[in-house]
């Protein structure tokens, strides 16, 4: 049990420190900013449901600079875009239980503002379950 954690908190330092030195680059060249949803009447606002296969590093960006949180392995999340070169997730999470607001559909595409969590990660870490 030990030696599983300190293998998953290796995997997330590793994770946030790429991350930080993507931040001297400005914003990796894959990801457009934050997470949009919506733009189709007739589909939900995110389209995909899955699961985030590891503790991970969760990107996101305020006033154009990056910031760092973390998600949790097991976690559901909402899979609402994928970056041009299909490294990384634009997902969207809550507390067990919460609406995040994009089971149903947004007609105007817009970023995300809430009231869940959002951001990016490694495509790497996210199986998809559904859509």
Known sequence: ???VLIATALVFSVSIAQAKKDEKARKPASMTGN???GGEAEYDA???YGI???TTSLISFKNGKM???KVDVNTYVSSCQSSEDGKYIGIIYGKKGQDCGVSSP???RQEYKGPCKSGWIK???FELLAG
Request: aromatic letters at 14%.
């Open 67 to 69: 910031e760092f949180d």
């Open 106 to 108: 947004i007609p105007k």
């Open 46 to 48: 995110c389209g995909g």
């Open 52 to 54: 985030v296969l590891t």
């Open 123 to 125: 495509a790497d870490f």
């Open 35 to 37: 997470v949009m949803v």
């Open 1 to 3: 049990m030990f030696k």
